[in-house]
Nanobody
């Protein structure tokens, strides 16, 4: 089992920045692909960003490319999402997710999920 706990959400004005953190515990963290998904009210949960278990490869949804950066610190069992130039359409609950070894952008491929953290961007 892997337990995931997100933090760092909040209210920010458009154009501002936030940094989300996801702390993992349980099984060996560095064997897992870590991803962020987000879910806005009335919408399906969508892929946002992912990072390989070595940290050498990153993947982004087109909507956040160039504004968001995912990173991980395996020594601290933590993955981060730095969000810059935030827009009102980035408002959502952000979820951290983990799956063993192989990258996927499908939410159905992930075995472990955090409880989510709310990000609200005001215009």
């Amino acid at each position: 089992q892997v337990q995931l706990v997100e933090s760092g959400g909040g209210l920010v004005q458009a154009g501002g920045s936030l940094r989300l953190s996801c702390a993992a515990s349980g099984r060996t963290f560095d064997n897992y692909v870590m991803s962020w998904f987000r879910q806005a009210p009335g919408k399906e949960r969508e892929f946002t960003a992912a990072i390989s278990w070595t940290g050498g490869r990153t993947y982004y949804a087109d909507s956040v490319k160039g504004r968001f950066t995912i990173s991980r610190d395996n020594a601290k069992n933590t993955v981060y999402l730095q969000m810059n130039s935030l827009k009102p359409e980035d408002t959502a609950v952000y979820y951290c997710a983990a799956r063993a070894f192989a990258y996927s952008s499908s939410r159905y491929a992930y075995d472990y999920w955090g409880q989510g953290t709310q990000v609200t961007v005001s215009s």
